[in-house]
């Protein structure tokens, strides 16, 4: 995975090898756009909510960034909005300082 830009970011993504929602997408769809993230507050609030609606969520990953508060979760909107979308818990601190090599 490559990130490039801030606002907004585009990820790149690489199916590697093994199983993977990317590679069931690529099988189905090609290659090209996957999904559109947006940047939420609570990502606890927006699986409650999806529950609450009837959205379902098709893969979620919580704990990530330095202090382990980052979430995600891609929603089953494909049909109903014709793309993915995935909320996304920007951690605190994405990743730890990395010292400069002298």
């Given at each position: ?12 993504i690489e ?32 699986i409650a ?39 996304i818990e ?13």
């Open positions: 995975m490559a990130l490039i830009g801030a606002d907004p970011q585009v990820e790149l199916a590697l090898e093994g199983p993977s929602l990317y590679h069931e997408w690529i099988e189905e769809h090609g290659y090209g756009q996957h999904h559109i993230g947006f940047w939420v507050d609570s990502y606890d609030d927006v909510q999806c529950a609450e609606s009837g959205v379902g969520v098709t893969q979620t990953g919580k704990g990530y960034g330095v202090n382990g508060d980052g979430g995600f979760a891609y929603l089953d909107t494909l049909e109903s909005l014709g793309v993915i979308l995935e909320a920007v951690p605190a601190v994405r990743r730890p300082s990395e010292p400069i090599p002298e």
